[in-house]
Each structure stands twice: as C-alpha cells, then as structure tokens.
C-alpha cells in the first residue's frame, strides 16, 4: 500500500463501529488487540463501541464519545506519521518470556522536551481499561504540553508481575528519552485502582525493587481510587482522588492512607468526590469532570521553576 493510499485508509472510528473494527484499523496494525481490555476475545468482535462499557465490569461512568474520541487521536497521530506504540522489552526477552508480548507503551506528544508521564490504567489485574481511563488521561496531559505514555502491563498474573512491567516502561522511556524527545527530570507517575497501587509500589520503593535498573523517583504520583495502603519512610508528592460513593474502594480507606503520608511529612492533594462510584476516570458528567487539571497543576508544583516557565 502506497503511503498516500494508508492514510486515505485511516478512517476516524465512529459509536456504531465494532470492536473488530478497532482491531482491523490499519493504524493500529499489530498492536490493536493491546488497546483492549481483554485482548481479542472472539466473542467481543461485534460489540458496538457505543456499548463498550460492557468490558469493563469494574468501571463506572464509561462514556464511549469519550473512548472514541482519544482511539481517534491515535489514527490522527497514525495518519500524521508518528509512531503511537513502542515495544518494552527486547526480542530477546519476549522470546524467553511469550507473556511479554502482551505488553507495551501508548505515546501521546505533548511538547517536545517536556517532562512526561506513565499511566497504569486499572481493572483489578484481571484486564486493563485504558480505553477508559488510560487513552483519555494521556489525550488531556498532552493537550496541555507534557508528554503521555499509557502502559499496557500483563493482566492476570498479579501486582509484581504488573509493577515489573511498569518498571520497564520507565527504563525504556529513561534508555530512549532523547529519540522520543521527552524530559526525563520531573517525570510523574499515574494510576487508577490496580494501577495506582502499581505507580505507588515504584513511588515508594523505586525501579530496582521491581527488577529494573536504579532511576529516580517521580516527581509526583497521581492515585485514583485504590485501597493501596503500603508507605515506604520517604513518598513522592501524591495527589490522591476517590468518590464518596465508591464501594471497591472506599474514600475511608484512601483517607487513613492520606493521613499517614502527611503524617510522614509528605505533600499531598486530597479530592472526594459527591455521588461517584468506583473507576470513573475523566469523570465525565459527574463531580470529579476537570480532576485531571488539578493533577497536572500538582505535577506542575513538584517541577523546577525554570522547567515551567519554559513549558508556558
């Protein structure tokens, strides 16, 4: 296919379009069924992207414009002729381990030389929603200039297994940072339910305890709705969001967790949210909607001034 002829291709997805639809897109050829919750399950194929929702059973408040709208940024990225996924680790080390295959980093650009951010999205371990709450946080960080990966980890082996392939993903971004064109000083971490107990585990304890090289701790940690509950005696700056109405996990919980940080001495922003449940990522329609400019805004503080000043 001539290069005129791929981006003639890469059709903007559509609410009536299908989940095969998304795995066929000529711009996400090799990696569409990384974008999935469960993977390329056969009996998801039909499912009309206006019912996405369906995979997603620990996840309230899905809005599938919203799902749409960040997989198309990645087309337009496609059609534009910028890589949107990058491999974490090496052949070799896929061929020793074939799980590895199911893994890798989602780029959204923000401004080149900006610091960027990794985003574990959640789901328990059991399947990975960056549909809803990975593509659509990395569409918002990077429209405000910083640079947004959206880390797809192995789902049903487990936190640890998870954890080390979020540490890989930083030494990868840490190893490649120059051909990226991303900043590595200032960089944050971001996670939702399972992922925010992975970002915290690295907060706490680094790279090295999750099997990769020794790199610096983030700048600042973004937690969502998680029962992590794990201190180490130094933390990152934590910015920590909940609904009142989550029942996974429950404000109460994240709240003895807040109480602990500050009590180390540690700076932490702390949202709970009127009438929202669990997983409800941008927040769409609901109190939390505009958390993510709050969390950038704390992100922002932990830089060094000359850092965001010329960012602006």
């Avoid at 910015?239 to 996974?248: L, P, S, T, W, Y």
């Avoid at 180390?264 to 909607?289: D, I």
């Amino acid at each position: 296919m001539s290069t005129k002829a791929f981006v003639l291709a890469l059709t903007l997805l559509r609410l009536d379009d299908s989940v095969d639809d998304v795995l066929e897109h000529p711009a996400f050829a090799g990696f569409g069924r990384l974008l999935l919750p469960w993977g390329d399950r056969r009996d998801d194929r039909a499912l009309p992207l206006r019912n996405i929702g369906s995979l997603l059973p620990y996840h309230e408040h899905v809005d599938p414009a919203v799902v749409v709208s960040a997989l198309n940024r990645m087309v337009d990225d496609a059609r534009a002729g910028r890589t949107t996924f990058y491999d974490i680790y090496t052949d070799a080390q896929r061929e020793a381990d074939p799980s590895r295959r199911d893994t890798g980093l989602f780029f959204f650009r923000g401004k080149p030389g900006a610091p960027f951010a990794i985003i574990a999205p959640g789901g328990g371990f059991e399947y990975v929603a960056s549909l809803h709450e990975g593509f659509p946080y990395a569409v918002e960080i990077s429209n405000r200039g910083y640079n947004a990966f959206v880390l797809k980890y192995r789902a049903g082996q487990g936190g640890a297994t998870a954890t080390a392939d979020l540490a890989a993903a930083i030494s990868h971004v840490f190893r490649n940072a120059s051909s990226l064109g991303v900043a590595t000083a200032g960089y944050s971490l971001w996670g939702s339910s399972a992922g925010a107990r992975m970002v915290a585990a690295i907060g706490s304890h680094g790279t090295g305890r999750f099997g990769g090289p020794d790199l610096p701790k983030p700048s600042a940690v973004v937690t969502l709705y998680t029962g992590h509950s794990d201190l180490a005696p130094t933390e990152a700056p934590t910015f920590v969001a909940v609904g009142e109405a989550d029942r996974i996990a429950p404000s109460t919980i994240m709240e003895r967790r807040v109480a602990a940080l500050r009590r180390a001495g540690t700076q932490v922003e702390y949202h709970k949210y009127p009438g929202v449940g669990h997983g409800f990522g941008l927040g769409v329609g609901t109190r939390a909607e505009g958390w993510v400019a709050d969390a950038v805004r704390f992100w922002a503080e932990q830089l060094p001034r000359e850092r965001v000043r010329a960012e602006r």
